[in-house]
T-cell receptor
Framework: DAGITQSPRHKVTETGTPVTLRCHQTENHRYMYWYRQDPGHGLRLIHYSYGVKDTDKGEVSDGYSVSRSKTEDFLLTLESATSSQTSVYFC?????????????FGPGTRLTVT | QKEVEQDPGPLSVPEGAIVSLNCTYSNSAFQYFMWYRQYSRKGPELLMYTYSSGNKEDGRFTAQVDKSSKYISLFIRDSQPSDSATYLCAMSNSSASKIIFGSGTRLSIRP
């Protein structure tokens, strides 16, 4: 998984609680992404970052916020978790100039909201 | 209507068979076409990419793009049990933020 770690790998939480997922890379890549993967929907982009403190919304950003204070770390926060946010979350990275097609994915975080 | 449509399967074939996986799309601005492979409980990994139309071959894998029909295919020759995975097509108009993934086809190769 190309120098990308995600933590935690599994989490069960209750509705209404805040949750933060962490993505850490050792590749010094500029772009970082958060996706969620659900049956029948494939991978959907939540937020992405194109540099430190530079972030933008993706397709399914409602209920999520992100922060990137260092090149290597990209945090995804669910301010108040809901059952609809039960999913597998993947972080990905890519390097500008190498073509936007090559994204490297982390191992995923399986989140269950009860 | 989704921008990218992919048959979810599952698709089960005997070892050695030729496998054909397909996606259709609606956005004519897509220029980059990709196939990712995802093993169970793992992150996706890039298998092949193609720019614009045409074919690209890499070992037992061939990617084909027909932009006039908005249709892409991945062929796997001499399929092996180790090819059993979910295959996701993905497309981009070259924007770093806009890779659109299909929902994935689950493939099983029977020994």
């Amino acid at each position: 998984d190309a120098g990308i770690t995600q933590s935690p790998r599994h989490k069960v939480t209750e509705t209404g609680t805040p949750v933060t997922l962490r993505c850490h890379q050792t590749e010094n890549h500029r772009y970082m992404y958060w996706y969620r993967q659900d049956p029948g929907h494939g991978l959907r982009l939540i937020h992405y970052s194109y540099g430190v403190k530079d972030t933008d919304k993706g397709e399914v950003s409602d209920g999520y916020s992100v922060s990137r204070s260092k090149t290597e770390d990209f945090l995804l926060t669910l301010e108040s978790a809901t059952s609809s946010q039960t999913s597998v979350y993947f972080c990905a990275i890519s390097e500008a100039g190498q073509g936007t097609y090559e994204q490297y994915f982390g191992p995923g975080t399986r989140l269950t909201v009860t | 209507q989704k921008e990218v449509e992919q048959d979810p399967g599952p698709l089960s074939v005997p070892e050695g068979a030729i496998v054909s996986l397909n996606c259709t799309y609606s956005n004519s601005a897509f220029q980059y076409f990709m196939w990712y492979r995802q093993y169970s409980r793992k992150g996706p990994e890039l298998l092949m990419y193609t720019y614009s139309s045409g074919n690209k071959e890499d070992g037992r894998f061939t990617a084909q793009v027909d932009k006039s029909s908005k249709y892409i295919s991945l062929f796997i020759r001499d399929s092996q049990p180790s090819d059993s995975a979910t295959y996701l097509c993905a497309m981009s108009n070259s924007s770093a933020s806009k890779i659109i993934f299909g929902s994935g086809t689950r493939l099983s190769i029977r020994p």
